[in-house]
């Protein structure tokens, strides 16, 4: 079961949103509950990371049509990968984006990277392509 909490005045816990203050009415009270503190990553920019990801695709050349392929596609491309070697055969796989895999530092270092690359990708203008995911 996990919460998410925020440091509130006077060096106090606050419930972060309505799916955690659901968990948290259900512990009982008076029980000691064992707490993990992890700074969780912007779910917005996660979206604005698959937004990237649709527009790029819709304005790809290549024949790619599946939005998890192209999204596995962008990050190797981008260099952000996973090297296995076995028996002399080189195997690259896609890092995982999931929010438990990263914080929001790496998170950004990944976007800027895949947003790069998507730029060349579809040989689109940087700053058209900046103003039209700037409203996300």
């Known amino acids: ?20 203050e659901i ?18 990553r912007n779910p917005q920019y ?6 990237l990801l649709n527009t790029g695709l819709q304005n790809t050349k290549s024949k790619i049509d599946n ?4 999204r596995e ?3 190797i491309k981008a260099g952000y990968v996973n090297i296995l070697e076995d028996k002399g055969t080189t195997y690259v796989f896609a890092k995982s984006i999931a929010f438990d895999k990263m914080d929001n ?12 690359q998507i730029i060349i990708d579809i040989e689109a203008d940087e700053e058209l ?8």
């Open 46 to 51: 996660h979206r604005k990371f698959f937004k």
């Open 23 to 40: 968990v948290f009415k259900k512990l009982e009270y008076g029980i000691v509950y064992e707490v993990d503190i992890k700074k969780t």
């Open 129 to 136: 392509f900046t103003r039209e995911l700037s409203g996300f």
């Open 67 to 70: 939005l998890e392929f192209y």
């Open 1 to 20: 079961m996990k919460i998410r909490i925020k440091k509130g005045d006077f060096n106090t816990l606050k419930i972060a949103d309505e799916e955690s």
């Open 73 to 75: 596609v962008m990050l």
């Open 105 to 116: 530092l790496e998170f950004e270092k990944v976007y800027n990277a895949v947003f790069n």
